[in-house]
């Protein structure tokens, strides 16, 4: 049997007198389909009573269960229909549980009805939209529907209440609202109109996600469904006091994102970063809980897996992170980027900045597009600690192909603060300027390499830093890598910033294979040595001691040697392996006494042996920060 848009097979229908004077009717089905619900080879039994009253009116009532419905739509249900020839009209009314339907159709032209829900489980239409998992939620509606040969149409009004549907990298949960549609279904492809105003709930979208507030947030959207694609055509948002939106959306047969057009953003913060932003800047930059404000504007391009377009602009912006990484403020102006094509020149300034304890001044930047890259058009100068940071060049590829950088950079440093710029590290203040240069800056996948190098004047010495790399820079636990080379440190001016007791003489040193994760050392290859002799105190005696575990041998009985303000030395060297949370010691050469620290010069004749070879680095450590806080050393 057929009729417009359904069709079933196996029919069965029986009659039978009953005792009270009706028919006792039953109806069962081996195989219904209605496409454009989704619905295909599903049974249908059906058993009732049908009698007649004065009017006329033949009046059907009795369980109805259909079998292999998405959502167990109707699997225990009961129905009552009444016709009535005389109306032209055939009535229905179909209950499960808290579940009301009722449908109104002419007897001349049952492929319109009108339909009024209420409850409707939405995974009854799970069919509709290509069986999406996770489908959760209640329908309210009043609908008018058209079938015809393969094709249903629907308009009408809605109410949602805890909308839930999940996708391959998505997802929308306990979303409610109100509006009007008008659905077209049919041959696979399903065509959506849709108007309405949502609120509460979550949306997620990979790593983007959205909070919508109590109030309702207007939407206007075209959708198509079709062979396993899903397409918003058109998408206007309207956010009264955060968000405006107007874009298009494509997702593969996969369930994947695979074109996201935004012709107008515009973002009032914080409302905009709360509901729509915190996510995505957690997510993608290990941002979150920023205090903000400000308003920007941005429409972008992307798709086939990159971005195509991306233009921004912003007026009083201002962000920062609660735990002190990240803090700017006065940012404004505009970028304006192409893949393929020029772009008129921007200005984008800001007049203070904050990157967890480094302060940078204020500055104004100009910056055009050409061939893929945004690039600054002049050098610019960056106040950082007292001096300055010097951009010769700097040029950004907000869409890198394999192995091309994202960013490329020629700076130089000068007159910087050492002492701030070490404090900013937690380290103690080491006076001095640092000073430097880096040629060639790249900054590739989620790593920072630096060629060149800077050098740092300090203690009437340099240190020069090469191999610069930082991976994971805006990420929770940022790693740095370095190679360091120590030369000519006046170790009077070094100890008296440590504390640990005085040192005469010049260090030099090396500090191979450094490797911080979080600002904090978990590998490193260090030999520092000071060969060219000179005086060194009781105090630093001991706490140079208690660093290898060792003691002091030589001609006098330790005992003797407290009555010695100061000693000489001929050299001095200690050796830190660090890897797996132990430090491997040595010094200038090793014998079966263990490794000697401290070779001494006149009289007394001293030399510092060390007998603990391997020391855990949060006890060496302790010894350090105890020796630096004048602390007497324990050596256990």
């Not at 004065?54 to 292999?68: D, I, N, V």
């Amino acid at each position: 049997m057929q009729w417009p848009g359904v069709q079933l097979e196996a029919v069965r229908l029986e009659l039978a007198d009953d005792d009270a004077g009706g028919v006792r009717a039953r109806l069962a089905v081996g195989a219904a389909d209605v496409p454009a619900l989704g619905w295909h080879r599903l049974g249908l039994q059906l058993e009732g009573r049908l009698t007649r009253d004065l009017q006329r009116r033949w009046w059907l009532a009795g369980p109805l269960k259909l079998t292999g419905a998405p959502g167990a739509a109707l699997a225990d249900a009961r129905l009552s229909a009444v016709v009535d020839a005389q109306a032209n009209t055939l009535e229905l009314d179909l209950a499960q549980g808290a579940t009301m339907l009722h449908a109104a159709l002419p007897l001349d032209q049952p492929s319109h009805a009108q339909f009024a829900l209420a409850s409707l489980p939405v995974a009854w239409l799970g069919g509709v939209f290509g069986a999406r998992p996770g489908l959760q939620g209640q329908l309210d509606a009043q609908l008018a529907l058209d079938a015809g040969a393969g094709t249903v149409r629907t308009a009408g009004t809605f109410d949602l209440h805890g909308l839930g549907l999940a996708w391959r990298d998505g997802h929308a949960q306990g979303i409610d609202g109100s509006g009007r549609l008008e659905l077209e279904a049919g041959d696979g492809t399903t065509r959506l109109e849709l108007e309405a105003g949502l609120h509460d709930g979550r949306v997620a979208q990979g790593a983007w996600g959205a909070e919508l507030p109590p109030h309702p947030v207007q939407i206007a959207a075209t959708a198509r469904f079709a062979a396993g694609q899903a397409t918003l055509a058109l998408l206007r948002v309207s956010d009264p006091d955060a968000l405006q939106l107007e874009g298009a959306l494509r997702w593969d047969t996969q369930g994947r994102l695979d074109e996201m057009r935004i012709d107008r953003l515009q973002a009032r913060l914080p409302a905009a970063y709360r509901r729509y932003g915190r996510r995505w800047l957690a997510a993608t930059y290990g941002l979150d809980d920023l205090r903000t404000a400000g308003t920007f504007e941005a429409a972008l391009d992307w798709r086939g897996g990159g971005l195509h377009a991306l233009a921004v602009r912003g007026q009083g912006l201002a962000l920062a992170d609660v735990d002190g990484r990240l803090d700017v403020a006065g940012l404004g102006g505009a970028l304006d980027w192409h893949r393929r094509d020029e772009r008129p020149a921007t200005t984008l300034a800001w007049t203070a900045l904050r990157w967890r304890d480094f302060a940078f001044g204020p500055v104004e930047t100009r910056w055009r597009s050409h061939a893929g890259l945004l690039a600054l058009e002049a050098p610019a100068v960056v106040p950082f600690l007292g001096g300055d940071i010097h951009v010769q060049a700097l040029a950004w590829r907000p869409q890198p192909e394999a192995g091309q950088p994202r960013l490329t950079a020629t700076l130089a440093f000068t007159g910087i603060d050492l002492g701030a710029f070490s404090a900013a590290l937690g380290w103690p203040r080491f006076p001095g300027i640092l000073g430097g240069a880096i040629p060639a800056l790249r900054w590739v996948g989620d790593r920072i390499d630096l060629a060149g190098g800077l050098s740092l004047h300090v203690f009437d010495g340099f240190v020069d830093v090469t191999r610069l790399a930082l991976s994971a820079p805006f990420g929770p636990h940022p790693e740095l890598a370095a190679d360091l080379a120590l030369r000519g440190l006046d170790l009077a001016a070094f100890t008296s910033v440590f504390d640990i007791g005085h040192i005469s003489g010049r260090l030099d040193g090396d500090i191979q294979g450094l490797r911080l994760v979080d600002w904090t050392p978990v590998a490193f290859d260090a030999y520092l040595h000071a060969d060219g002799g000179g005086q060194i105190s009781q105090r630093a005696l001991d706490n140079l001691t208690a660093l290898g575990g060792g003691s002091t041998a030589g001609g006098l009985q330790r005992a003797m040697l407290r009555w010695f303000k100061h000693f000489g030395y001929r050299r001095i060297g200690l050796r830190c392996r660090l890897a797996d949370g132990v430090c491997r010691m040595g010094g200038l050469e090793s014998d079966a006494d263990g490794y000697t620290i401290l070779e001494g010069s006149g009289l007394p004749h001293l030399r510092v042996i060390g007998h603990q070879e391997r020391v855990d680095w949060p006890t060496l450590v302790r010894r350090l920060q105890s020796a630096a806080a004048g602390g007497a050393p324990q050596v256990r």
